[in-house]
């Protein structure tokens, strides 16, 4: 009897560690020397609601796809082996006709739609080539929990969409690029050691946090930078009315103008946002950092507050670097 019970417990024990691997992996590459040559197919053929982690490894090349991890796909990570030559592309743009004639919107505009939940990426350049076309949306994310890392997210107006209210999403060492309002959505996110850079006098970040979150937009030791010849960035504006937004320890280019922030007037639907949107930094660092002149509606963070500001909280209990946690 005792020797049965070890055999469960060890089989047990095998089974609990089993389940920080990937139950499968398929690799995606452009000469066909893979299981696919398509992103989409590889992702298509994982099993809908399957038992752990599903490790998708994509191979250098650019892929012309239309991408959409629908919410049936869960725990799925998509790893590039460099996000520099590991690029996936597309160049919709709203008011663009698609296949069927109907013209496409912001939110359907995406090169890649992440719906499911538990989705992390790695090592992968995400691309929307349309640039001041219209609105055109290069990484929309709708699912919980996801995280992307090492990775670049290149487009032009509405560059990355973090969506939906109950949605937590986490980029870390990121590289993001665009023009108006390129970092947008209802999400609860944190950027950690990412690099933000603005193509456009214009504005970074337009969060629409809803009234019942405490967390919206925070910035963990980014670095803000712009294209030459820029000169005139805003942190952000309100999308909506309780947006939220913040700051610490970042590095702001001379680029980030003195009042920091945008209250987007002549909106009839929402006016007076900046009556109930929060706004904050902390520890702000470079040419663009000077705090004398914000705008009244803003807030510099104290020590104390930053307890609040931790990954657990912001996070409500999710640790990002935990898998499939």
Same mark, same amino acid.
């Not at 290149?154 to 560059?159: A, E, I, N, V, Y």
């Given at each position: ?99 069927? #004639? ?9 090169? $890649?739609? @992440?719906? &499911? +939940?538990?989705?992390? /990426?790695? %090592?992968?350049?995400?691309? #929307? ?9 290069? $990484?929309? @994310?709708? &699912? +919980?929990?996801?995280? /992307?890392? %090492? ?175």
């Amino acid at each position: 009897m005792k020797k049965l019970f070890l055999i469960l417990f060890i089989l047990m024990i095998d089974f609990l560690l089993a389940g920080n691997d990937p139950y499968i992996k398929v690799t995606v590459a452009k000469n066909g020397s893979g299981d696919f040559t398509s992103i989409q197919k590889a992702i298509s053929s994982i099993r809908d609601l399957g038992p752990a982690e599903a490790l998708i490894v994509i191979k250098p090349g650019i892929y012309n796809e239309k991408i959409v991890i629908p919410s049936s796909k869960h725990k799925i990570t998509l790893a590039g082996e460099n996000k520099d030559n590991t690029i996936i592309t597309n160049n919709d743009f709203s008011g663009k006709k698609d296949a069927f #004639n109907e013209k496409i919107t912001t939110f359907n505009s995406y090169t $890649l739609l @992440v719906m &499911g +939940d538990d989705i992390k /990426i790695s %090592n992968l350049t995400i691309q #929307n080539s349309s640039c001041n076309e219209g609105q055109a949306v290069s $990484l929309h @994310v709708e &699912g +919980d929990r996801f995280v /992307i890392k %090492n990775s670049n997210i290149l487009g032009c107006q509405d560059t990355t969409y973090s969506a939906t209210n109950h949605s937590r999403q986490y980029f870390e060492n990121c590289y993001i690029e665009g023009t108006t309002d390129f970092i947008f959505g209802q999400a609860t996110v944190v950027f950690k050691n990412c690099t933000i850079k603005s193509l456009a006098d214009s504005y970074i970040t337009a969060a629409a946090t809803e009234a019942d979150r405490k967390y919206g937009f925070v910035f963990f030791d980014c670095q803000l930078i712009a294209k030459e010849g820029i000169t005139k960035v805003y942190l952000g504006r309100p999308w909506r009315p309780y947006a939220k937004t913040v700051f610490i320890n970042t590095g702001m280019g001379k680029h980030i103008v003195p009042e920091g922030w945008n209250p987007w007037k002549g909106d009839k639907m929402f006016p007076d946002k900046e009556k109930t949107t929060y706004y904050a930094e902390y520890g702000s660092k470079g040419d663009g950092s000077n705090t004398s002149n914000r705008v009244s509606w803003s807030h510099q963070l104290t020590k104390k507050d930053l307890k609040n500001y931790t990954i657990e909280k912001i996070f409500d209990g999710w640790n990002p670097n935990m898998i499939n946690k």
